[in-house]
C-alpha cells in the first residue's frame, strides 16, 4: 500500500518534471520527506554529488549504478533489491524501512529524468552482473 502511493507520487514527479531542471518541487520533496524521512536528505545529495548512470545493453537489460561515498552501487531491473547494509538490514531483517537510499535514487532519477545513460555490450553488462566492474 505505502510502496504503490510511493510509485504514484513518482509518476506526478515524473509527469511534472518535464521542462523542468531536473529538480523535484518543493511539495514533491515533503511528500518524499514523508515516505523517507531520514533518508531523502542522504539521497539526494548522493543524487547531486555523483548521479546515477543507467547501463543499457544491446537487448536492453538495464544496470543503474550510483557512486555513494567510496563505495559503488548496482541495482538491476526490476528496481527492487541493493546489495548495501542498509537494505539488508533495514529492509529484509527488520522490515522497518521499505527501501534503501540507493533504490530511492534510482527510482526518483527515473522520474526526475535525470539518468545517465550508457550503452553497453552484452559482455560489459554480464561484468557489471557479476561483479567484475566493481
Avoid: W
Wanted: charged fraction near 20%; proline fraction near 4%; charge should be negative.
Amino acid at each position: 500500500m505505502i510502496l504503490s502511493a510511493f510509485y504514484a507520487l513518482l509518476n506526478d514527479i515524473h509527469d511534472s518534471a518535464s521542462g523542468r531542471s531536473g529538480e523535484p518541487s518543493a511539495a514533491h520533496l515533503s511528500a518524499l520527506d514523508a515516505f523517507f524521512p531520514e533518508l531523502i536528505r542522504p539521497t539526494l545529495h548522493m543524487i547531486d554529488r555523483s548521479g546515477v548512470t543507467c547501463h543499457i545493453e544491446p537487448a536492453g537489460r538495464k544496470a543503474y549504478r550510483m557512486k555513494d561515498g567510496q563505495a559503488l552501487y548496482t541495482i538491476l531491473e526490476p528496481i527492487k533489491f541493493c546489495c548495501c547494509e542498509f537494505f539488508e538490514e533495514h529492509v529484509l531483517d527488520k522490515a522497518d524501512q521499505l527501501l534503501c537510499k540507493h533504490l530511492i535514487a534510482t527510482h526518483l532519477a527515473k522520474a526526475l529524468g535525470i539518468l545517465q545513460e550508457s550503452i553497453e555490450t552484452t559482455e560489459f553488462q554480464a561484468g557489471i552482473i557479476s561483479g567484475a566492474y566493481f
